[in-house]
């Protein structure tokens, strides 16, 4: 059994605002609303696989209705990194 706890959502929450430069984000909020462009995701998606080890493809991203779903994919993507 591994041990490795998942990812918190505050955590990831925090680091998706970091790369968009903002204060915080909201998980309900969409890419949209948050008026961000495709540099600003590319390197956000850049900054989550330096920070937790894991990649998420560009279309997963832009398929995402908000952030709570981008925070899923991150948290699924970790789990199966670690074979949870």
Known sequence: ?????????????????KSFELPTVNPADSFTDLQQNSLAVL????????RYGVGIDLVD?????????????????ANAREGR
Do not use: G, H, T
């Open 1 to 17: 059994m591994n041990d490795i706890a998942p990812i918190p959502a505050d955590d990831i929450l925090r680091e998706v605002a």
């Open 43 to 50: 390197r956000m998606m850049v900054a989550l696989e330096k």
């Open 61 to 77: 991203v832009f398929s995402a209705a908000s952030v709570a779903d981008l925070v899923q994919l991150v948290q699924a993507a």
